[in-house]
């Protein structure tokens, strides 16, 4: 990989400078296709609450506000799916170097070694492998690895990482069984990594029950106003009906929020 070349933005909202890869994984920025995406579905929920809740074309220019709280609910849910990404891509990393160790290579061999095996297991374009042929490449210009990976655990802001460096850099200072620390540490962040992705199953099913419960008073809205219009009548039209309904969907937003709150687990 040739590294003395400007390239453009990616799909992670990854900068690379000329020289070296200067990318950092704490912020996540959308790409054009993700501010479409977050445009359609503004305009989308802004028309239904409009109709839903005012029945009033001016209600939907002014719901045009959402755009900001779905980029950043876009921005949440994107980062977090790259953050799963990231530590799953690494600790198949070094699960690979870990096994490259026991073949006899080197420490840093062991991570040129797994770096192509992981290529061609998961892609040249992956965010690991793009990663470690950095540090492989900065290694053979007598850049430390310990360095490195700190480099990597300080832009990824995921705390399996910044652990793994840490003791990966007190393992190369101190000496001692240095494949015994390496294998004792990896196996740990995999147990970890497993567990967050256990739990993961087992919540998407609360999450989706979550999102179907969320639409429910939509669903009643639209039931109640397509069948019974007349019950609905007196909440337009007026400032009294317009403080209700608007009262209700401050109500109904906030009982989304506290939802995600709840299925939201860290571990």
Not at 220 to 240: C, K, R
Request: proline share 1%; aromatic share 12%; charged share 25%.
């Amino acid at each position: 990989m040739q590294y003395d070349e400007v390239y453009k933005e990616n799909a992670y909202g990854v900068l690379r400078l000329k020289g070296r890869e200067s990318r950092s994984y704490k912020a996540y920025v959308l790409n054009k296709r993700e501010k479409f995406l977050c445009l359609g579905l503004t305009l989308g929920i802004s028309g239904l609450v409009a109709w839903l809740f005012y029945r009033s074309v001016f209600a939907m220019a002014g719901s045009a506000a959402l755009y900001f709280p779905v980029k950043k609910a876009a921005m949440a849910h994107f980062q977090k799916k790259r953050e799963r990404e990231l530590l799953f891509q690494f600790k198949e990393m070094l699960q690979m170097a870990a096994t490259a160790l026991k073949a006899g290579y080197a420490m840093e061999n062991a991570f040129v070694q797994a770096r192509e095996e992981f290529a061609r297991l998961y892609g040249e374009k992956s965010i690991m492998a793009e990663e470690f042929a950095y540090i492989n490449h900065q290694v053979r210009l007598n850049v430390t690895l310990e360095s490195l990976l700190e480099d990597l655990a300080e832009r990824s802001g995921i705390e399996e990482i910044s652990s793994f460096s840490q003791v990966f850099g007190f393992a190369k200072r101190s000496g001692g069984d240095f494949r015994k620390i390496f294998q004792s540490t990896v196996d740990k962040i995999g147990q970890k990594a497993e567990v967050k992705r256990e739990i993961e199953v087992v919540v998407a099913a609360k999450r989706m029950e979550m999102n179907i419960m969320n639409m429910v008073p939509f669903g009643i809205l639209l039931y109640v106003g397509v069948t019974s219009p007349e019950f609905l009548e007196p909440l337009y039209g007026n400032w009294l009906g317009a403080g209700v309904m608007t009262v209700s969907l401050g109500v109904y937003g906030c009982a989304m929020k506290i939802a995600g709150k709840i299925v939201e687990i860290k571990v």
